[in-house]
């Protein structure tokens, strides 16, 4: 049998080279979800092949090796990005040279330059993602890279891995204090402290100002937050949540898309617009996700405009809320809203033809049912309720996969598919309305949402993006009518995935059901936990803005120079200095402070000890100094014996007993 040859450990060199190399692959795996994936295959061929070089003990590859290939390397990031500036393409650049720096390190220099470079690739995380995980995911990042640089300084025996972690956590918490008051005091910018002017604004999931078949079935099937909303007092009912957005009131027979022109106000609601409201008003709060459009969204119906620290908030003549310009970075704006009132409740509208316009010669069944509605039905009210019982008992369904439609999509839709989504039901809804000769609109938004009991948020996602109808009744005006309440009522009372069909439980879909447990179970409050973390970092750091800034500093003005804030810092630092005292006081061995009280005897007797002075030199000078036999002979003694205890090997110094003790003392009160 061969045996087995001996492992030999790893040189100094060799650990600490891969000690940089494991630093570099976590500075750079981030970096991996929105690279190209030949970067990331040539960064990790290149480190690889470091490691082999590493381990195999081979040398570094020859400049006229390198060289070519990092041409090549850049050539590819111009052909791919066409431009060499810009934030991708000049973190793709900073990413290769890394790579490749590895492979042309020659002295201690270089490990240096590797470094600093990470540290900078960390930095540049924060150009794509700011969120608490990637937060996290930093912080490691440079405990590795300072445990990195300690190991390349340490000298001699060099600490375990674990302990020089630990040296490297122990730097990064001291300069987390000096890092969070350069936080809470630098002067804050306007605008994302991480944002690009060119290529800055990626594209956003969201609401846009038309609408057509399959639009918000793709929105339904995204998770990611749109807003979320902090009720002053008791939230109202899930059904009252309708968060109102665009208006479409154009349709081309598929594409449902905003009338123009379209007057803006930004001081108050048109004045033609009259609102009466009803009932106790809610106060609430919105933070508001990036989407790069102007949309605001508020619960029908708003009392007045937002406040935005970017500029004014505009509203149309159909109660569309928008900024000044569009929203690219996280703002949080406070509304006052009436979820009881009328809207235009007159006998007759302005413009009502406006609202009735359908395209020639499309969906001619639907046309013709409304006619019929019209004739059957003297009572628009009466109108309205019946196009609702068709939804309710006429066999249709809802569903997130409806089947394609043609030409003539509301016919299709109402007499042969009979299965749709939100749009579906709202696009056909107003056009049977304005068919059977009341006008009719589609208003766009959100409804729903999702209470976090641990933080009091509602979190509104992208998956409630909703569609309804509006239409307008004499002396009523103009009336909320959601139509996929008659056929789903379960999306409106409840949620999206509780008017779905159950799904298959070995499915993505089914697994997805599964992640929305009961709210009382552990899953479910992890989930809330993990909701409630994210919601506190997004309002207290990445939307710490100049005006919250302002604030602070106005509250710890007023908070701190007042003549209580000044009693009690006073009495802070008293009690600090009294705890400091006592803390010396039992710091201090009882045999040091007789060592001390017997030079300041000798000291009183014409022999001071000086500053640089041991206990044997003391002793030396004391016996021949002109003193009286016994004081000279005990003070003798007495550094005699105190010299023995304190330079003597640790076992024997460390239990001095009674008995030194008791001995120095009758030494000391000879010395007179």
């Given at each position: 049998?061969?045996?087995?040859?001996?492992t030999v450990?790893l040189?100094?060199?060799?650990?600490?080279?891969?000690?940089?190399?494991?630093?570099?692959?976590?500075?750079?795996l981030?970096?991996?979800?929105?690279?190209?994936?030949?970067?990331?295959?040539v960064?990790g061929?290149?480190?690889?092949?470091?490691?082999a070089?590493?381990?195999?003990?081979?040398?570094?590859?020859?400049?006229?090796?390198?060289?070519?290939?990092?041409?090549?390397?850049m050539?590819?990031?111009?052909?791919t990005?066409?431009?060499?500036?810009?934030?991708?393409?000049?973190?793709?650049m900073?990413?290769?040279?890394?790579?490749?720096?590895?492979?042309?390190?020659?002295?201690?220099?270089?490990?240096?330059?590797?470094?600093?470079l990470?540290?900078?690739?960390?930095?540049?995380?924060?150009?794509?993602?700011?969120s608490i995980?990637?937060a996290?995911l930093m912080?490691?990042?440079?405990?590795?890279?300072?445990t990195t640089?300690?190991?390349?300084?340490?000298?001699?025996?060099?600490?375990?891995?674990?302990?020089?972690?630990?040296?490297?956590?122990?730097?990064?918490?001291?300069?987390?204090?000096l890092a969070?008051?350069?936080?809470?005091?630098?002067?804050r910018?306007?605008?994302?402290?991480?944002?690009?002017?060119d290529d800055?604004?990626?594209?956003?999931?969201?609401l846009?100002?038309?609408?057509?078949?399959g639009?918000?079935?793709?929105?339904?099937q995204?998770?990611d937050?749109a807003?979320?909303?902090?009720?002053?007092g008791?939230?109202?009912?899930?059904?009252?949540l309708?968060?109102?957005?665009?208006?479409?009131?154009?349709?081309?027979?598929?594409?449902?898309t905003?009338?123009?022109?379209?007057?803006?106000?930004?001081r108050?609601?048109?004045?033609?617009?009259?609102?009466?409201?009803?009932?106790?008003?809610?106060?609430?709060?919105v933070?508001?996700?990036?989407?790069?459009?102007?949309?605001?969204?508020?619960?029908?119906?708003?009392r007045?405009?937002?406040?935005?620290?970017?500029g004014?908030a505009?509203?149309?003549?159909?109660?569309?809320?928008?900024a000044?310009?569009?929203?690219?970075?996280?703002?949080?704006?406070?509304?006052?809203s009436?979820?009881?009132?009328?809207?235009?409740?007159a006998?007759?509208?302005?413009?009502a033809?406006q609202?009735?316009?359908l395209?020639?010669?499309?969906?001619?069944k639907?046309l013709?049912?409304?006619?019929?509605?019209?004739?059957?039905?003297?009572e628009?009210?009466?109108?309205?309720?019946?196009?609702?019982?068709q939804?309710?008992?006429g066999?249709?369904?809802?569903?997130?996969?409806?089947?394609?439609?043609?030409?003539?999509?509301?016919d299709?839709?109402?007499?042969?598919?009979?299965?749709?989504f939100?749009?579906h039901?709202?696009?056909?809804?107003?056009?049977?309305?304005?068919?059977?000769?009341?006008?009719?609109?589609?208003?766009?938004?959100?409804?729903?949402?999702?209470?976090?009991p641990?933080d009091g948020y509602?979190t509104?996602?992208?998956?409630?993006?909703?569609a309804?109808?509006?239409?307008?009744l004499?002396?009523?005006?103009?009336?909320?009518?959601?139509?996929?309440?008659?056929?789903?009522?379960?999306?409106?009372?409840?949620?999206?995935?509780?008017?779905?069909?159950?799904?298959?439980?070995?499915?993505?879909?089914?697994?997805?059901?599964?992640?929305?447990?009961?709210?009382?179970?552990?899953?479910?409050?992890?989930?809330?936990a993990?909701?409630?973390?994210?919601?506190?970092?997004?309002?207290?750091?990445?939307?710490?803005?100049?005006?919250?800034?302002?604030?602070?500093?106005?509250?710890?003005?007023?908070?701190?120079?007042?003549?209580?804030?000044?009693?009690?810092?006073?009495?802070?630092?008293?009690?600090?200095?009294?705890?400091?005292?006592?803390?010396?006081?039992?710091?201090?061995?009882?045999?040091?402070?007789?060592?001390?009280?017997?030079?300041?005897?000798?000291?009183?007797?014409?022999?001071?000890?000086?500053?640089?002075?041991?206990?044997?030199?003391?002793?030396?000078?004391?016996a021949?100094a002109?003193?009286?036999?016994?004081?000279?002979?005990a003070?003798?003694?007495?550094?005699?014996?105190?010299?023995?205890?304190?330079?003597?090997?640790p076992p024997?110094?460390?239990?001095?007993?009674a008995?030194?003790l008791?001995t120095?003392?009758?030494?000391l009160?000879?010395?007179?």
């Amino acid at each position: 049998m061969k045996a087995l040859r001996p492992t030999v450990p790893l040189s100094r060199d060799k650990q600490d080279t891969l000690l940089l190399l494991a630093s570099t692959v976590l500075v750079l795996l981030p970096h991996t979800a929105h690279l190209p994936p030949w970067v990331t295959l040539v960064c990790g061929a290149t480190l690889a092949w470091r490691a082999a070089l590493t381990l195999l003990g081979r040398r570094m590859p020859a400049n006229l090796l390198l060289v070519p290939l990092a041409v090549a390397a850049m050539a590819g990031v111009l052909q791919t990005y066409h431009t060499v500036l810009g934030r991708d393409a000049g973190v793709a650049m900073l990413v290769l040279l890394v790579a490749f720096k590895m492979l042309e390190m020659h002295a201690r220099r270089d490990l240096f330059v590797v470094v600093f470079l990470c540290f900078f690739l960390v930095l540049t995380n924060f150009f794509y993602s700011q969120s608490i995980g990637t937060a996290a995911l930093m912080l490691a990042s440079i405990v590795a890279l300072l445990t990195t640089q300690l190991s390349f300084q340490l000298t001699g025996a060099v600490p375990p891995l674990r302990i020089r972690l630990l040296m490297g956590a122990r730097i990064l918490a001291l300069a987390a204090p000096l890092a969070a008051a350069g936080f809470v005091l630098f002067p804050r910018i306007d605008g994302p402290l991480w944002g690009m002017p060119d290529d800055g604004h990626a594209a956003r999931t969201g609401l846009s100002d038309s609408m057509a078949p399959g639009q918000f079935s793709n929105l339904a099937q995204s998770d990611d937050p749109a807003f979320r909303v902090k009720f002053e007092g008791a939230p109202p009912p899930q059904p009252q949540l309708y968060w109102r957005g665009p208006v479409l009131g154009a349709y081309d027979g598929r594409t449902w898309t905003r009338m123009l022109p379209r007057p803006s106000f930004s001081r108050k609601a048109p004045s033609a617009v009259s609102i009466k409201v009803r009932g106790e008003p809610l106060r609430y709060q919105v933070t508001l996700e990036p989407s790069d459009t102007r949309w605001l969204f508020a619960l029908e119906m708003p009392r007045a405009l937002p406040q935005l620290s970017g500029g004014p908030a505009t509203v149309t003549s159909e109660l569309e809320l928008q900024a000044s310009s569009p929203v690219r970075e996280r703002i949080r704006y406070e509304l006052v809203s009436y979820v009881d009132f009328n809207m235009q409740a007159a006998d007759t509208l302005e413009n009502a033809y406006q609202w009735l316009l359908l395209p020639y010669g499309r969906n001619p069944k639907a046309l013709a049912a409304g006619q019929r509605l019209k004739q059957d039905y003297p009572e628009p009210g009466q109108r309205v309720q019946a196009v609702l019982r068709q939804f309710a008992t006429g066999g249709y369904s809802y569903t997130l996969q409806p089947p394609l439609l043609g030409g003539d999509a509301v016919d299709e839709f109402l007499y042969n598919t009979r299965a749709g989504f939100c749009e579906h039901y709202a696009g056909a809804f107003v056009f049977l309305m304005r068919a059977a000769g009341i006008p009719a609109r589609v208003v766009t938004g959100y409804q729903g949402g999702e209470l976090n009991p641990i933080d009091g948020y509602f979190t509104v996602r992208q998956s409630d993006a909703h569609a309804w109808g509006e239409v307008w009744l004499a002396g009523l005006g103009w009336v909320r009518v959601d139509p996929t309440a008659a056929v789903a009522p379960d999306r409106v009372q409840r949620n999206l995935a509780q008017a779905l069909p159950a799904p298959s439980p070995f499915g993505f879909a089914g697994l997805g059901r599964l992640m929305q447990p009961n709210p009382d179970s552990l899953l479910a409050k992890v989930r809330y936990a993990i909701g409630a973390a994210n919601n506190g970092w997004n309002q207290w750091v990445l939307n710490y803005t100049a005006q919250r800034q302002h604030a602070l500093m106005e509250t710890l003005q007023e908070n701190l120079f007042g003549w209580r804030s000044a009693v009690l810092l006073a009495l802070a630092c008293a009690l600090l200095l009294l705890a400091r005292k006592l803390s010396k006081q039992r710091r201090d061995d009882p045999i040091d402070k007789l060592y001390s009280a017997l030079c300041h005897r000798l000291g009183q007797l014409g022999l001071p000890r000086a500053p640089d002075e041991g206990p044997t030199a003391y002793a030396a000078r004391v016996a021949g100094a002109a003193l009286a036999p016994e004081p000279k002979a005990a003070a003798a003694e007495f550094l005699r014996r105190y010299s023995a205890w304190r330079y003597a090997p640790p076992p024997q110094s460390a239990p001095h007993g009674a008995g030194l003790l008791t001995t120095l003392k009758e030494l000391l009160s000879r010395v007179r």
